[in-house]
């Protein structure tokens, strides 16, 4: 069984293929949801406090990269290297996006889209390397020209 999970997702048949990625997409937008808040705006700590708060923890922010951390790993290394960037940064980059759109603040004290492009370029770096840490961990050798970066190429 153990096999069976870590084969490369290229050798099985496509079913399994698409339904595992997509396992994988809905556990990284699950792990988003469950452990950031929806609502990422700053607001008071308490009634007429002056010093603001956002609803995120450092254990949220912890669990979610651990999570995120062992996705990127396992399809690192049974995937081509982009799925795992398509796969766990780009999902909660979009639910972070739309987060951040959802509550519009005034014109010139919109300072989400920098946040966002910060953190999905950060994310997506991250997944990245984590990906390639677990490649170098896979047992069979990789024909690296007949893998490509999502599908095999015609050269």
Same mark, same amino acid.
């Given at each position: 069984?153990?096999?069976?999970?870590?084969?490369?997702?290229?050798?099985?048949?496509?079913?399994?293929?698409?339904?595992?990625?997509?396992?994988?997409?809905?556990?990284?937008?699950?792990?988003?949801?469950?452990?950031?808040?929806?609502?990422?705006?700053?607001? /008071?700590?308490?009634?007429?406090?002056? @010093?603001?708060?956002?609803?995120?923890?450092?254990?949220?922010?912890?669990?979610?990269?651990?999570?995120?951390?062992?996705?990127?790993?396992?399809?690192?290394?049974?995937?081509?290297?982009?799925?795992?960037?398509?796969?766990?940064?780009?999902? /909660?980059?979009?639910?972070?996006?739309? @987060?951040?759109?959802?509550?519009?603040?005034? %014109?010139?004290?919109?300072?989400? /889209?920098?946040?966002?492009?910060?953190?999905?370029?950060?994310?997506?770096?991250?997944?990245?390397?984590?990906?390639?840490?677990?490649?170098?961990?896979?047992?069979? %050798?990789?024909?690296?020209?007949?893998?490509?970066?999502?599908?095999? @190429?015609?050269?």
């Amino acid at each position: 069984m153990t096999e069976k999970l870590l084969r490369p997702l290229r050798t099985r048949p496509w079913p399994e293929r698409w339904l595992t990625r997509l396992l994988g997409a809905a556990l990284a937008a699950a792990a988003y949801r469950l452990c950031l808040p929806w609502d990422l705006r700053n607001r /008071p700590e308490l009634e007429g406090s002056l @010093s603001e708060t956002t609803p995120v923890t450092v254990t949220g922010v912890v669990v979610l990269a651990l999570v995120l951390l062992l996705l990127a790993a396992y399809f690192g290394r049974r995937d081509a290297l982009a799925w795992p960037l398509l796969l766990v940064a780009v999902v /909660p980059s979009a639910l972070m996006y739309v @987060s951040f759109h959802a509550h519009p603040e005034p %014109p010139d004290a919109a300072v989400w /889209p920098l946040a966002w492009a910060f953190f999905t370029l950060v994310l997506g770096a991250w997944v990245l390397v984590t990906a390639s840490v677990a490649r170098r961990f896979r047992k069979e %050798p990789v024909d690296r020209a007949a893998e490509g970066w999502l599908i095999r @190429s015609g050269s």
